[in-house]
């Protein structure tokens, strides 16, 4: 089990951008692939957008695509979530995610796909 620590949510109004960070452990972080998930209040967690273990792959939502960029930095271990014209549907608790148990491509979306998760960073927009 690694350890991952998100940072970066806040209050912003709606059409303005946030940008997320999550840290994991030096080393192996470079390995695997990571992800970013996301939960609104009465709803389930739902995926929001991955990248590969070397950076040179990524997938969205279809409400992500085209507004978020998910990046990395095996260097510094941390994986970012770069949020432009952040929208009504946006706010909820981000999950910062590891898939852990190798590091083939690509890998599930669901909740179900990564093994080691974050505490998660609260994104609240207001409109």
């Known amino acids: 089990q690694v350890r991952l620590v998100e940072s970066g949510g806040g209050l912003v109004q709606a059409g303005e951008s946030l940008r997320l960070s999550c840290t994991g452990p030096?080393?192996?972080?470079?390995?695997?692939?990571m992800a970013w998930f996301r939960q609104s209040p009465g709803k389930e967690r739902e995926f929001v957008a991955v990248i590969s273990w070397r950076g040179t792959q990524t997938e969205y939502s279809d409400s992500a695509e085209g507004r978020f960029t998910i990046s990395r930095n095996n260097a510094k271990s941390t994986v970012y979530l770069q949020m432009n014209s952040l929208q009504a549907g946006d706010p909820g608790l981000y999950y910062c995610?590891?898939?852990?148990?190798?590091?083939?491509?690509?890998?599930?979306?669901?909740?179900?796909?990564?093994?080691?998760w974050g505490q998660g960073t609260q994104v609240t927009v207001s409109s």
């Open positions: 030096g080393g192996s972080f470079s390995s695997f692939a």
């Open positions: 995610a590891a898939y852990t148990y190798g590091n083939s491509w690509p890998v599930s979306a669901t909740t179900l796909g990564p093994n080691c």
